[in-house]
């Protein structure tokens, strides 16, 4: 993506499917009471990382840091946007005048490898998950949120469209 434009977009349509996600995970909280990750966590981890120490015991358990809970919500939204400009690299700048569902809705399954095989391992909980005591719910709602995630690609996409 050598334009600045198509790159823009690109980053628009991340933010607007992190904000579906974390639509979702709310709703999923009200009327079903599913928890959703604490982004205080991926801020204490981001600190950890960055003062040089490897948290050695669970994350939830680690040294917290001051406005972890504002930087692991800016890292998330960064994430956001950087898994869309990739996406964006995948399926070229077309896409974003004719998106498609499958597209959107296959990568955002795809990024689930982050939580399975980088996230969670570095929170203490094995890769995916599998040191939990529920390592197959927790793999379920990776998925939900990731799913959630490129469905926010596609819809976010095709309101962009209606709006260019």
């Known amino acids: 993506m050598e334009n600045p434009a198509t790159v823009l977009h690109f980053g628009l349509v991340g933010i607007g499917a992190t904000m579906v996600m974390d639509c979702w995970a709310f709703m999923l909280w009200k009327f079903m009471r599913i928890s959703a990750l604490d982004y205080a966590l991926v801020g204490r981890w981001v600190c950890h990382l960055c003062a040089r120490k490897c948290p050695v015991t ?24 950087m898994l869309a400009l990739i996406f964006g690299q995948w ?20 990024t689930v490898v982050l939580p399975f095989f980088l996230m969670q391992p570095a929170f203490g ?9 529920q390592p197959t719910i927790m793999r ?12 926010g690609l596609f819809i976010t996409a095709k309101i962009l469209q209606q709006l260019t």
Not at 58 to 81: C, D, K, M
């Open 58 to 81: 669970l994350i939830s358990q680690a040294q917290p840091f001051r406005n972890e809970r504002v930087i692991g919500w800016v890292v998330h939204y960064a994430t956001g946007i």
């Open 91 to 110: 399926v070229g700048q077309g896409w974003l005048s004719a998106p498609k569902f499958f597209d959107a809705f296959a990568f955002g399954g795809l």
């Open 140 to 151: 379920l709602k990776s998925l939900n949120a990731h799913f959630s995630f490129g469905l």
């Open 125 to 133: 909980a094995g890769i995916a998950a599998s040191k939990t005591p």
